[in-house]
C-alpha cells in the first residue's frame, strides 16, 4: 500500500499542483473543406503530432486546465477554425492516429466494435454529429462502440449545451437488474464521510439518507485512514445497514480506499467487500500516480468473478495534467479515455458476473480548483460533456456536481447549475446531509437536493428502494412522504427493529434520539462530529433553518480562510524557524495558478544548498517542512502545528531517528514543493540510505476544523538526487485537527509509517 487515504481525494484536495506547459494554440487562414490532418501537414510540411494534439484541444470550450496544458484555443476565432477542421476530419483518420499511444489507448482499442467501425468509418465528425442528433438511441447503440475513446471525445468539441442535452436525453445504460441508469430515474450515491472513520457517524448519516428516501445506487464511503484495518471497519458499518434491512442484492456498499486494499481485504474476507473501487486517470502517466496500470486493472476485474457487484470508479477532468500526465492532450479527450478505459474493465466483468457488468463511474466534475476550470458555467459543461462521453461508451454515467471553496461557485450556484444539467438525465448523483462534505471540504449535492430534483424533474428512485422506502414508512403506498420523512431518529427505530430489538418503540427513540444528538448537536456546537440532515424548511426540499445557517457560516469562514497567510507572530512561534518561499507571487496567483506554489524559488534554493552544505556530509534521516497550502488558518493554530512538531521530534528521537533542528516554514506552497525541498537536500546523503521529508500542510477549508495533513516521503537519497520523488511513493496522515486526529496522535502515527517506510 502506497498511502494512507484515496489518491483521488489527494489530487482534489489541490494542494499537489501541477507540472505546466502553457501556452494558447492559434489557428488562422483555414482553407475550405480541410480537415486537421490537412491543415497540420501544411502548416508543418508533415504531420506533426503536438499540432494534432493542439487542434484537437483548440476545438474544446474554454477551460483554464487546457491552457496549462497548452492545447487552449488563444480566442473564439481560434476556436471556431478548430471545430471546422475537426468537422471534416474522418473517424477512421482519428482512429488511426492516437492523440497518445500508450498502454491504455491499446487496451481502449481493443475495446472498440470492428463490424460497427466498419460502417461509421469513412464519416466525418460533422456527420457524426448530425447523426447522434437525429437518430433513436436503439441507431445509435448500432454504431456507437464503432468509436475508440478519443472520437468519443472528439464529439463534445462540436456541439453546444443544448446538443449535448438533446443526445444525453436518448441514451441509456442502465445496471443489470435496475432502472438505475435508466430513462426518468435518478440515483444517488450517499456519501456518509466522517473525519474520523467513525463507523456510528457513518451509519447515521445512512440512517438520515434513508429518512429522504434518498440512496440507491451504492453506500460509498471516502475513508481518511486507508489502512487495511480502518478500511474494513468503514466496510463493516456499511454491511451492518445492509444486512440489517435485509438489503442485499437491492444497494452495494464500497470504501473507497485504494483497490489494491480492497482486494486484500476480499481475499481473506470476501463477505466485507461488496463493490469494489478505484480511480481512473487517462494516461499511463497519470494512472502510475494512483498506483495503477492497465495489467493492475484487468486483474481486479476479474477478481469480481461470480460476484454480483463489479467495479466502481472515479473521474474528474484535470486529474491527469494536475498529477504531470496529460501527455499534451485536452482534458476532454483524455476524460473520455477514462471512459474507455471503464468500457474495457466492463467487458471483462461482463464475462465473469453471473448478471452482466454491475459497474459505474461517477464524474467528480468540479472537484479539483481553479486550475481547472473556475465559473458555474464551465461546471455545467464539464458535466454535460462527460455525460455524453460516457453514455456513448454504454456506461452508467454518474455525476458530482460538486465546486471547490476556491472556485467561483457558491452554495446558491450549485442550485443554478443542478438546474440546468438535470434535463440530460445522468444516471446518479452524490448525496451528502448537507452540500457540505465534512471530510473532502467541497461542495455538492446534499439528499434534500435530491428530494427537489425529483418534484421539479418527475425523476424516480429505483424501484427496489422505493419499495424499502415504503417499507420503513418514510413513503406511504401512494408514493408520498409520511410524518417520518426527514427523521433519521424513525430510521433508527426501524434499524433496531430489524436487527431484532425487543425493546418499546418509545426506549428505542429516546435512544436514537441521544444518539443524533451526540453526533448533530456536538457538530453544531463544536465543529467535532458530523452534521445530519433532519426535518425541513418551508419545503421538504429544503435544509431545516439551523442547519443552513450554520452551512452558510462555514462556507463564509472557509472563503476566509482560503485567503490567510502566514503571520509575523506564527512564525515566530516556530522554534528554529527557516523560512522558504515558492515563485507565488501572492495569494491570488498561488490560488489561480497552483504551479507556482510547488517550485521553490532562486532565493530559497540557495538557502536550502546553504543548509545542506552546513551538514557537512551529515544529511540527517528526517526533514521537517511546514506549508500554508491551502489553510494558513489551521497550520497557525496554537493547538495544531507546534504541539504536533514537539510530538514529532520526541518520537522521532525515541524512534533512533535524527531531525535538523530548523523547520522550513514555505509560504505559499503545496505538496511538490516539499518533494523540491528534499531534492536539493538530500541531493549528496548516502544515495544507498534512505532520508525522509515530513511535510505539514493546510487541507481545504470548510469542514469547520481547520485541519491539516501529513506527507511522508521517505525514499532512498539517490531517489532524491534524480529528482523521481512523486505522489505515488507518498503517504499520508490526513484529518488531523484538535477535533478529528489530536497533534500528538497523529505524531505517532507519523513516526510508525516512517519506520516502516525507511526500514527501521
Same mark, same amino acid.
Given at each position: ?251 452495494? !456498499? ?235 431518529? !424513525? ?270
Amino acid at each position: 500500500m502506497k498511502r494512507l487515504i484515496l489518491i483521488a481525494a489527494l489530487f482534489c484536495f489541490g494542494l499537489f499542483g501541477f507540472s505546466t506547459y502553457s501556452g494558447a494554440v492559434t489557428i488562422k487562414d483555414v482553407k475550405p473543406g480541410e480537415d486537421v490532418f490537412k491543415y497540420v501537414t501544411r502548416v508543418k510540411g508533415s504531420f506533426d503530432q503536438k499540432l494534432y494534439q493542439q487542434v484537437i484541444g483548440a476545438a474544446n470550450a474554454f477551460k483554464e486546465g487546457d491552457k496549462t496544458i497548452g492545447v487552449a484555443a488563444d480566442n473564439e476565432a481560434s476556436r471556431e477554425n478548430a471545430r471546422k477542421l475537426l468537422a471534416n476530419t474522418k473517424i477512421k483518420d482519428i482512429t488511426s492516429h492516437p492523440l497518445l499511444n500508450d498502454d491504455l489507448y491499446k487496451f481502449i482499442a481493443k475495446s472498440t466494435n470492428t463490424a460497427q467501425y466498419n460502417k461509421i468509418k469513412d464519416w466525418t465528425m460533422g456527420q457524426m454529429k448530425t447523426f447522434l442528433l437525429t437518430k433513436s438511441e436503439s441507431q445509435i447503440k448500432a454504431v456507437m462502440f464503432g468509436m475508440n475513446s478519443e472520437v468519443v471525445g472528439c464529439l463534445p468539441k462540436l456541439m453546444s449545451n443544448q446538443e449535448l442535452i438533446a443526445v444525453n436525453k436518448k441514451i441509456f445504460n442502465p445496471l443489470p437488474g435496475t432502472k438505475i441508469g435508466a430513462k426518468g430515474y435518478m440515483g444517488a450515491r450517499i456519501q456518509p464521510n466522517s473525519p474520523t472513520d467513525d463507523p456510528e457517524e457513518i451509519q447515521w448519516q445512512v440512517f438520515s439518507a434513508f429518512s429522504y428516501a434518498v440512496g440507491d445506487l451504492v453506500l460509498g464511503t471516502n475513508p481518511v485512514d486507508g489502512t487495511k484495518e480502518q478500511t474494513a471497519n468503514v466496510e463493516a458499518a456499511l454491511k451492518g445497514v445492509v444486512d440489517a434491512f435485509k438489503l442485499n442484492g437491492v444497494i452495494p !456498499w464500497c470504501v473507497l480506499a485504494h483497490v489494491d486494499v480492497q482486494r486484500e481485504i476480499f481475499n481473506e474476507n470476501p463477505e466485507l467487500v461488496n463493490m469494489m473501487f478505484q480511480s481512473l486517470a487517462g494516461t499511463d502517466v497519470a494512472n502510475k500516480t494512483f498506483d495503477i496500470t492497465v495489467a493492475k486493472m484487468v486483474d481486479h476485474a476479474k477478481s469480481r468473478a461470480g460476484q454480483q457487484y463489479g467495479l466502481y470508479y472515479e473521474t474528474g477532468q484535470g486529474s491527469d495534467f494536475t498529477n504531470g500526465g496529460a501527455e499534451g492532450v485536452d482534458m476532454v479527450v483524455l476524460e473520455s479515455r477514462k471512459y474507455g478505459f471503464a468500457r474495457g474493465l466492463s467487458q471483462i466483468l461482463a464475462e465473469v458476473q453471473p448478471s452482466g457488468a454491475y459497474s459505474h463511474f461517477n464524474d467528480v466534475a468540479g472537484f479539483i480548483g481553479p486550475e481547472v476550470f473556475r465559473t458555474r458555467d464551465q461546471l455545467v459543461r464539464c458535466t454535460l460533456e462527460d455525460i455524453l462521453m460516457g453514455k456513448l461508451q454504454g456506461l452508467t454515467a454518474g455525476l458530482d456536481i460538486c465546486s471547490t471553496l476556491h472556485m467561483s461557485v457558491s452554495l446558491d450556484d450549485l442550485d443554478w447549475c443542478i438546474d440546468q444539467i438535470m434535463p440530460a438525465n445522468p444516471a446518479y448523483l452524490m448525496a451528502l446531509p448537507t452540500k457540505n462534505d465534512p471530510m473532502l471540504s467541497y461542495l455538492t449535492t446534499a439528499y434534500q437536493d435530491h428530494v427537489r430534483i425529483r418534484d421539479k424533474f418527475g425523476y424516480k428512485v429505483n424501484d427496489a428502494m422505493w419499495t424499502f422506502f415504503k417499507r420503513i414508512q418514510v413513503i406511504d403506498k401512494n408514493g408520498k412522504p409520511t410524518k417520518h420523512f426527514g427523521d433519521p431518529v !424513525w430510521v433508527y427505530y426501524q434499524y433496531q427493529v430489524a436487527k431484532g430489538d425487543k425493546r418499546s418503540q418509545q426506549a428505542i427513540m429516546a435512544e436514537g434520539k441521544k444518539k443524533f444528538d451526540e453526533i448533530h448537536t456536538t457538530w453544531l456546537k463544536t465543529g467535532n462530529k458530523v452534521p445530519l440532515a433532519s426535518g425541513y424548511g418551508k419545503n421538504i426540499w429544503d435544509l431545516n433553518p439551523e442547519l443552513d445557517k450554520k452551512i452558510r457560516e462555514l462556507y463564509a469562514d472557509a472563503k476566509k480562510a482560503i485567503w490567510a497567510e502566514f503571520t509575523p507572530a506564527f512564525i515566530k512561534s516556530v522554534p528554529d524557524s527557516l523560512q522558504l518561499a515558492t515563485l507565488s507571487k501572492d495569494r491570488e496567483n498561488y490560488i489561480v495558478h497552483p504551479d507556482t506554489g510547488e517550485q521553490l524559488n532562486q532565493q530559497s534554493v540557495a538557502t536550502l544548498q546553504k543548509l545542506r552544505d552546513s551538514w557537512q556530509g551529515k544529511a540527517p534521516d528526517v526533514q521537517i517542512v511546514i506549508s500554508d497550502g491551502l489553510n494558513a488558518n489551521s497550520i497557525m493554530a496554537p493547538e495544531h502545528t507546534v504541539p504536533y512538531i514537539t510530538a514529532l521530534r520526541k518520537e522521532l528521537q525515541a524512534a533512533g531517528l535524527t531531525a535538523d533542528k530548523k523547520n522550513i516554514i514555505i509560504t505559499s506552497g503545496r505538496v511538490r514543493a516539499g518533494y523540491m525541498v528534499g531534492d536539493v537536500l538530500f541531493d549528496k546523503a548516502d544515495p544507498n540510505k534512505p532520508r525522509a521529508v515530513v511535510h505539514i500542510i493546510g487541507e481545504r477549508p470548510g469542514t469547520g476544523q481547520n485541519a491539516f495533513s501529513v506527507y511522508i516521503a521517505a525514499p532512498k537519497a539517490k531517489v532524491w538526487a534524480e529528482k523521481k520523488v512523486d505522489h505515488d511513493i507518498v503517504k499520508v496522515v490526513s484529518g488531523i485537527s484538535k477535533q478529528a486526529t489530536k497533534p500528538e496522535d497523529a505524531a505517532k502515527q507519523t513516526v510508525r509509517l516512517l519506520k516502516g517506510m525507511m526500514k527501521i
